[in-house]
């Protein structure tokens, strides 16, 4: 695509959007009366304007039937959940069996290591990316402990070489080749929160399977930014938090897929009573009999008030199409790739350097290390109206999110960015 570092240019993609409209349906934190440049759709996703209703009708539901809101809430509390399969299907590639939402991320997590990290002596492995997010080396951890193994030899990592910001593929390809004796799981990111890799989920399951093992994948970054085929690529667990790009609010219901492949087995799991078999489930008698679904690992009645949040956002995805948002997301994310590197190119007496660490295999998201510039930067841009996340030492994480970021957004980025560089 040919970029243009203007505002008109900029306007004019925005005028071509075929996705324009859902800017309109969130909120914008302000400042000084304008709509902040919101780049960290990564960690927290927008408000969209539809979520007060869909929680109050909850609310109002709860006030007039009580205990029957069960039956008769206009989305009835019992079976809320199961509104979830086909939307949820739709964005990570799976079949509607195959997902369930339910509880938050670390603990599916958990949840899915019980049933799918059954280590022996022989093998017990666990092969993760290094630079995991923090909750998941410590479940993987503590996994390994709770099998008694030491997580020192337990949890391998697979680095990006010296010098490098991203783990080569190849690399991951040889680990998984080098461990396989010994190898009970590969459990990676779908994208690394930090640099925003798109790892590739498809080889990395077909070499896992290969070596014996199983595959899981942590979806955090990648569900609503990437499009995924979790049951085609044969992914045999997977999870996801809805707070993220699916801008269901803070510390809203998580997603699970297993694959169908693994549905209707005599599956070691920790049971709960909403993972049984519905038609008995309130007989209330012993002996679990798990649902057919990805709902036998449900262990909990629905949190209702969230799951209305979640449902407000998939509505909004649902209507947006993932294929539609991708096609964005590319010319969005390459208008920032194209307006960095403008600025360095205007910059080039100066001793600060922007580097983008983000590969070419990525989603909305572009890690940018500011060379020469330390947390000043980040603070001066967030005074000037961009919110845009720090990590240490030097690394600003942006995430144009296609749902609701415009090219104008992007442009209005790159003039802060520029006017605060000194
Ligand atoms: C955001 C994120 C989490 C957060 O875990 P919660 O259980 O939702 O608090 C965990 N793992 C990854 C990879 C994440 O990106």
């Not at 509390?77 to 979830?84: D, L, R």
């Not at 679904?293 to 690992?297: F, Q, V, Y």
């Not at 296609?402 to 970021?405: T, W």
């Given at each position: 695509m040919d970029y243009k570092n203007t505002l008109d240019f900029a306007k004019q993609q925005d005028a071509a959007d075929?996705?324009?409209?859902?800017?309109?349906k969130f909120y914008f934190p302000q400042l000084g009366g304008k709509d902040v440049v919101y780049f960290t759709g990564n960690s927290l996703g927008l408000q969209p304007k539809a979520t007060q209703d869909y929680i109050l009708n909850e609310l109002e539901d709860w006030a007039s039937f009580g205990v029957e809101g069960h039956f008769h809430a206009r989305n009835p509390?019992?079976?809320?959940?199961?509104?979830?399969a086909v939307p949820v299907s739709k964005i990570v590639g799976?079949?509607?069996?195959?997902v369930v939402v339910m509880n938050q991320l670390t603990v599916n997590l958990h949840l899915l290591m019980v049933s799918?990290?059954?280590?022996?002596k022989q093998r017990y492995k666990i092969l993760c990316e290094a630079k995991a997010f923090p909750s998941d080396q410590y479940a993987l951890e503590s996994q390994a402990k709770f099998h008694g193994f030491n997580p020192n030899t337990a949890v391998v990592e697979v680095f990006p070489r010296e010098g490098e910001h991203a783990i080569r593929q190849e690399d991951i390809l040889s680990a998984i080749d080098k461990h396989k004796k010994e190898l009970a799981l590969v459990m990676f990111g779908g994208?690394?929160?930090?640099?925003?890799q798109v790892f590739d989920m498809k080889a990395i399951t077909e070499a896992g399977h290969k070596a014996g093992a199983i595959v899981g994948f942590d979806l955090a970054h990648a569900a609503g930014n990437v499009l995924l085929n979790l049951h085609d690529w044969n992914v045999d667990f997977a999870c996801w938090c809805s707070?993220?790009?699916?801008?269901?609010?803070?510390?809203s219901v998580a997603g699970a897929f297993v694959h169908q492949r693994h549905l209707n087995k005599d599956i070691q799991r920790f049971a709960g009573w909403w993972g049984h078999d519905k038609e008995t489930?309130?007989?209330?008698?012993k002996g679990f009999i798990p649902m057919p679904?990805?709902?036998?690992?449900q262990l909990s009645n629905a949190p209702v008030f969230s799951m209305a949040a979640h449902k407000a956002s998939l509505d909004i995805f649902d209507a947006a199409s993932m294929p539609a948002l991708v096609a964005k997301s590319k010319k969005l994310t390459g208008y920032l790739e194209f307006i960095v590197a403008e600025i360095n190119v205007k910059r080039e007496t100066s001793n600060v350097r922007l580097e983008i660490?983000?590969?070419?295999?990525?989603?909305?998201q572009l890690s940018i290390v500011a060379h020469g510039m330390g947390r000043s930067l980040h603070e001066k841009l967030t005074e000037a109206g961009v919110i845009s996340d720090w990590r240490e030492p030097n690394v600003i994480r942006c995430a144009p999110v296609?749902?609701?970021?415009s090219f104008e957004d992007v442009y209005r980025f790159g003039e802060i960015l520029m006017a605060n560089m000194k």
């Open positions: 075929p996705l324009k409209g859902f800017r309109e509390w019992m079976p809320y959940h199961e509104q979830f799976a079949l509607p069996e195959e799918f990290y059954r280590p022996t994208v690394n929160y930090y640099s925003g707070y993220k790009y699916l801008n269901s609010g803070p510390g489930r309130f007989k209330m008698e679904t990805a709902e036998a690992w660490i983000t590969p070419k295999e990525r989603g909305c296609p749902l609701y970021n």
